[in-house]
């Protein structure tokens, strides 16, 4: 139905897509994997004809023959919406804010032809009730809506028309694991119903595993492998996707853990937000966390997990002393950090983030990034003794002591969070919270930060409370367990049980919803 | 070192004139502005009088140089007030956000927002009388919420980030993650919103002077001069065209410096690595 | 929606009261007697009892503030001292000069930003944009009177179109408007380039959001995606100034009098300032203010009928 022939593309002459070449059929479901910069947006653009400006294709895409790369802008703009369609991977801002969803999505049938906008509005209630938001009005406005419902209405916007095929580009990696699976299966049925082409594209290897009839693998602009999904993951012919399914389901080594001192207990601590701020009153107050109880143990690894917004985010910063509690009780090494905690603890807990980009000051220098949480030590160390300890850090992380002297924009993703590491290790502390710290990072880079943190906890006896929502990355790095909805515990337990014999609901729906590369043949 | 902007550098070029002519004026002007001359006075330019001579003898060049010592100095102190109590104002709001003090300083600002400049200066020239400084003050309480908001506008996404979690897990408190992280990375934002204002406050100052509420005789003010010129435009041009012009060229070459300092200081267009 | 509206109201008059306490602090409370300030220093004693009595300046500081206010709402503003008429009066002949010039030139200067605008970036980076933004360098960098001085030299003196001042009356409103277009216009020119460069940011800025990605998606074309849909979001930012334009314009309308010989309030203000009229001042500089906080007013309201995200509190 379509096929992509030797699809090259350059943007102001540097080469992005290299002989890219690939077939979907009528109702088949076709899945492009690679890391970041492999250029599988790019090719999902082109057979949009929505590359940037400067931007040369060469090669052809055909749809039912015709070479889509020689259409006038007229054509193209013909054939979006209506032949091909795409969805992509921040539904929080696909939508425009001050239209209401039914407008927007009535909007591809008005585009392409129906005059009557009574009649649009008629199909687009019809497509909205399809893609499962029956209960939400048309005149509703996209920030009414969550996450996953806005990717349901860009949803419902491309396919009012039917389209032959259907792009979707990192469609779920904004949203919660249940969420994504609800996505998923939607599209999924839809394929079945339209007999249309779905080509997903996506970085996790297990979200393709289960969707895809057929994968290609790609890297650099480059396609290194193609065929049907099962026997791709199971032959691993190249050496690229060899890596890359060993780096998704990358488990380092790790040495038996726990020593019997308790570093760290909660104690049914209650955390309540106050209401929004209206004018000159408050609304109502939030519960953020409910009660919880926990401890971590010395050379322990423990894992807290749940989607956005069940609270462990709160929970961890009133760990960290960052954020007050309104009830119970906290105890870090042996003393009470509510309601304020001890500057002279501080130092033993410290915390690496999630976002490469944000948790540096983008205008100090390495050195002093790393060296900032000295600011909690009585007699911080100063001069040579200071950098002497920078430099210890940064080795520690296998990064080079010269790096110190540089800003934070000359790394990479991965570096980025090796310098966070550093930082979190200059005080010498007990305990590192992880709060999603390897989220954002490609799966390669990923397996080598996991890797990292087992040595070092080996290497200095560390213990970690990894703050997830990806489950797989748990399961790699844990010893024990806690799943978080909706400010409480639902279920504690070692790693191992809790995954292979979740006894909460919740935690057998998570299990579910979660992706599982399934590599048995 | 990377290219700079064409509009920076011709902006800062007749930015750097004019203060150049100010300072200079300090010391030396090619003939004084107090003396009156009625037997020389409207002379055409000449070898003595360069540009010629107004109505009461005076020599324009002269007073368009001092001209520019009143315009710069007005609008640069008004700058400084404006920054001085505007922008700690802007960083505590932001540090302390959605709190009451946040609610009072961003309705102090919307209140002062509600007084032009105008109507502060005649509020205090009404009881104070007509003077520079008057001006000064107009112009600068103003400048507060102008700079208030600005840099609250750039703290309050800076305060969402990682760095400033992390810099509180270091134990640093907010007035001190104020200075030390927000400030420095909202430089860009107030620098140029500095080069704006010092131009709209050149502008506010020709105004002020114009209807009488700014500097007072004898000292020069390019406004002042206008409003002397406006009787004679037809039959001496001149004497209503320069003192416009140099107010245009001012304020031109200060704008094009702020567009050009937007440009080169735009974090997005400064290349980084992924 | 309602909600908005009575919570802004609220906010609304609040403003209004806080102003008031600003402007009668400060012309009669802080800087001392507003008598001996008006009859100056040889004033004798009986003199400036008689003067006190007549302001109604015996009572006490707060007697006076709700006296003044209640007079202001009853339509009552005082006596003006000089002229020895109710300011009301004073201020409506007056006021219908400045403020349909103000909103004469706000008019104006909307009618000719929006399409430079938006057409500057809809071409952005090409002859027409470069065009638009060194013009608009050239609007912002021009003082409003002095260019007004220019119009009268070229269009009253030179070609004889225009008159080169004084207003008519508005009984004959083709020419009241006619003679107001000269002022107008030089109001409208640097307002019109701050305006014009704000609508380009503020779209070029939308233009690069995600929703338009997804509207190309769907086929709608780029002039489409910027009409149905970068247009209403760069609204937003555009409002912020209009509202601001205002109180500017207001103020340059009140100098630009000058130039053109107009009966409005500039030069009851003026005169009032030289003439030590603290009445006159007084009354005048609230209903200025009041003027400017309404119109803040308004715009928050057209924010919330363009911005449905702000609706809910």
Same mark, same amino acid.
């Given at each position: 139905?379509?096929?992509?022939?030797r699809l090259t593309v350059d943007i102001h002459g540097a080469p992005i897509l290299n002989e890219v070449s690939l077939r979907i059929a009528q109702g088949e479901v076709f899945g492009l994997v690679g890391e970041s910069g492999s250029g599988k947006s790019m090719t999902a653009l082109a057979l949009m004809g929505l590359l940037p400006d400067?931007?040369?294709?060469?090669?052809?895409?055909?749809?039912?023959?015709?070479?889509?790369?020689?259409?006038?802008?007229?054509?193209?703009?013909?054939?979006?919406?209506?032949?091909?369609?795409?969805?992509?991977?921040?539904?929080?801002?696909?939508?425009?804010?001050?239209q209401t969803i039914g407008a927007q999505v009535a909007e591809t049938l008005t585009i392409h032809g129906t005059q009557?906008?009574?009649?649009?509005?008629?199909?687009?209630?019809?497509?909205?009730?399809?893609?499962?938001?029956?209960?939400?009005?048309?005149?509703?406005?996209?920030?009414?809506?969550?996450?996953?419902?806005?990717?349901? +209405?860009?949803?419902? =916007?491309? !396919?009012?028309?039917?389209? *032959?095929? $259907?792009? /979707?580009?990192?469609?779920?990696?904004?949203?919660? +694991?249940?969420?994504? =699976?609800? !996505?998923?299966?939607?599209? *999924?049925? $839809?394929? /079945?119903?339209e007999n249309m082409g779905l080509l997903l594209i996506t970085h996790d290897l297990a979200v393709v595993s289960g969707m895809a009839d057929?994968? /290609?693998?790609?890297?650099?602009?480059?396609?290194?492998?193609?065929?049907?999904?099962?026997?791709?993951?199971?032959?691993?012919?190249?050496?690229?996707?060899?890596a890359l399914l060993a780096a998704s389901a990358h488990a380092p080594d790790r040495a038996a853990a726990s020593r019997p001192e308790v570093l760290l207990e909660v104690e049914k601590v209650e955390r309540t937000y106050p209401g929004r701020r209206e004018g000159f009153r408050r609304g109502p107050p939030v519960q953020a966390v409910d009660g919880v109880s926990f401890t971590l143990s010395e050379g322990e690894s423990l894992?807290?997990?749940?989607?956005?917004?069940?609270?462990?985010?709160?929970?961890?910063?009133?760990?960290?002393?960052?954020?007050?509690?309104?009830?119970?009780?906290?105890?870090?090494?042996?003393?009470?950090?509510?309601?304020?905690?001890?500057?002279?603890?501080?130092?033993?807990?410290?915390?690496?983030f999630q976002d490469p980009y944000g948790s540096f000051n983008p205008r100090w220098r390495v050195e002093r990034l790393v060296a900032e949480p000295f600011h909690l030590l009585d007699t911080p160390p100063t001069g040579s003794d200071r950098r002497d300890r920078v430099a210890e850090a940064l080795s520690a992380v296998h990064l080079s002591p010269d790096d110190m002297e540089k800003y934070p924009h000359e790394f990479s993703g991965g570096q980025r969070q090796r310098i966070a590491i550093a930082r979190a290790l200059i005080t010498r502390p007990r305990i590192i919270v992880l709060d999603e710290a390897v989220s954002a990072l490609d799966v390669s880079v990923r397996a080598r930060i996991l890797d990292l943190l087992a040595e070092l906890q080996g290497e200095f006896g560390l213990s970690y409370l990894f703050v997830s929502h990806d489950l797989t990355v748990v399961r790699a790095i844990t010893d024990r367990v806690i799943v978080m909805q909706a400010g409480r515990f639902v279920e504690t337990g070692d790693t191992r049980s809790v995954f292979d014999a979740p006894q909460h609901d919740y935690t057998q729906a998570l299990l579910r919803a979660a992706p599982r590369l399934d590599l048995a043949s | 070192m990377r290219r700079l902007p064409k509009a920076l550098v011709i902006g800062a070029v007749i930015s750097a004139a004019f203060l150049a002519i100010a300072l200079v004026s300090l010391v030396w002007t090619p003939h004084p502005v107090t003396g009156v001359s009625i037997s020389e006075r409207l002379q055409p330019p000449s070898a003595a009088y360069v540009l010629g001579t107004d109505q009461l003898g005076r020599d324009l060049a002269s007073m368009l140089m001092i001209g520019a010592q009143t315009s710069i100095a007005v609008a640069l102190i008004a700058v400084g007030i404006g920054i001085g109590l505007g922008v700690p104002l802007g960083l505590a709001a932001a540090a302390n956000r959605g709190s009451l003090l946040d609610e009072i300083i961003m309705r102090g600002n919307d209140l002062i927002f509600a007084f032009p400049s105008l109507v502060i200066a005649i509020l205090i020239t009404a009881r104070y009388g007509p003077s520079a400084t008057n001006a000064i003050l107009a112009i600068g309480i103003f400048n507060i919420p102008v700079f208030a908001r600005v840099a609250r506008g750039g703290a309050l996404p800076l305060w969402t980030l990682d760095y400033i979690l992390a810099a509180r897990t270091a134990g640093k408190?907010?007035?001190?993650?104020?200075?030390?992280?927000?400030?420095?990375?909202?430089?860009?934002?107030?620098?140029?919103?500095?080069?704006?204002?010092?131009?709209?406050?050149?502008?506010?100052?020709?105004?002020?002077s114009y209807v009488g509420l700014g500097a007072q005789p004898p000292t020069p003010s390019w406004g002042r001069m206008l409003a002397e010129a406006q009787t004679m435009i037809y039959t001496h041009p001149m004497l209503a065209i320069l003192p416009g012009l140099a107010i245009v060229v001012m304020v031109l070459g200060l704008n094009l410096l702020g567009d050009g300092l937007r440009d080169a200081l735009d974090p997005r267009l400064r290349r980084r690595l992924a | 929606m309602l909600r908005y509206i009575a919570i802004r109201a609220l906010s609304l008059s609040l403003s209004l009261v806080v102003a008031s306490v600003v402007i009668f602090a400060l012309i009669e409370v802080i800087p001392g007697d507003p008598a001996s300030f008006m009859l100056g220093l040889n004033a004798t004693d009986e003199t400036l009892a008689a003067l006190r009595t007549e302001l109604g300046l015996d009572g006490s500081k707060l007697e006076r503030y709700f006296a003044w206010i209640g007079g202001m709402l009853t339509g009552d503003f005082g006596t003006s001292y000089t002229y020895r008429v109710p300011v009301a009066e004073l201020v409506l002949d007056r006021i219908w000069v400045s403020l349909p010039l103000a909103i004469y030139a706000l008019t104006l200067s909307t009618l000719i930003a929006f399409p430079v605008g938006i057409l500057a970036a809809a071409n952005r980076g090409g002859a027409l944009d470069y065009g638009v933004m060194g013009g608009t360098q050239l609007g912002i960098a021009i003082p409003n009177f002095w260019f007004a001085m220019l119009l009268v030299l070229l269009f009253a003196v030179t070609l004889q179109w225009f008159s080169a001042g004084g207003f008519p009356g508005w009984e004959n409103p083709g020419a009241a408007i006619k003679s107001l277009t000269l002022p107008a216009i030089a109001l409208a020119l640097p307002q019109a380039s701050i305006l014009a460069r704000v609508m380009r940011s503020a779209l070029l800025e939308t233009l690069g959001q995600d929703y338009i990605r997804t509207a190309r998606a769907k086929g709608l074309t780029r002039r489409q995606a910027v009409l149905r849909h970068a247009l209403k979001n760069a609204l937003i930012p555009v409002l912020t100034i209009i509202g601001l334009q205002f109180s500017f314009l207001l103020a340059g309308a009140i100098i630009i009098e000058n130039v053109f010989f107009l009966p409005g309030l500039g030069r009851l203000i003026f005169q009032g300032i030289t003439q030590r009229d603290l009445v006159v001042v007084e009354s005048v500089t609230m209903l200025l203010v009041f003027a400017v906080i309404v119109v803040t007013f308004l715009v928050d309201i057209a924010y919330a009928i363009v911005d449905p995200r702000l609706r809910r509190r």
């Open positions: 139905m379509i096929a992509i022939e400067g931007a040369t294709a060469g090669g052809a895409v055909r749809l039912d023959g015709a070479n889509l790369l020689e259409k006038s802008e007229a054509g193209w703009c013909a054939m979006r919406g209506n032949d091909i369609a795409m969805i992509f991977q921040e539904p929080m801002t696909a939508l425009n804010p001050v009557d906008r009574r009649v649009a509005l008629k199909i687009a209630r019809d497509r909205l009730d399809r893609v499962g938001l029956s209960h939400v009005g048309l005149d509703a406005y996209p920030h009414e809506l969550s996450g996953g419902q806005r990717q349901r +209405v860009c949803i419902a =916007a491309a !396919i009012a028309l039917h389209p *032959r095929l $259907l792009i /979707a580009d990192e469609p779920t990696t904004a949203l919660d +694991v249940t969420t994504q =699976a609800q !996505i998923l299966d939607l599209l *999924r049925d $839809l394929v /079945a119903e057929r994968i /290609a693998v790609m890297r650099k602009g480059e396609i290194v492998e193609t065929g049907p999904t099962a026997q791709v993951l199971t032959e691993r012919r190249h050496a690229y996707t060899r894992g807290l997990v749940g989607e956005s917004g069940c609270g462990k985010s709160t929970l961890t910063r009133a760990i960290l002393g960052l954020d007050p509690v309104q009830a119970g009780d906290i105890r870090l090494f042996g003393q009470s950090i509510v309601p304020h905690m001890p500057r002279a603890l501080r130092a033993g807990i410290q915390v690496v | 408190g907010r007035a001190r993650i104020s200075v030390e992280h927000i400030l420095p990375n909202i430089m860009n934002l107030l620098i140029v919103q500095a080069t704006i204002q010092f131009s709209l406050g050149i502008l506010a100052e020709a105004a002020l | -």
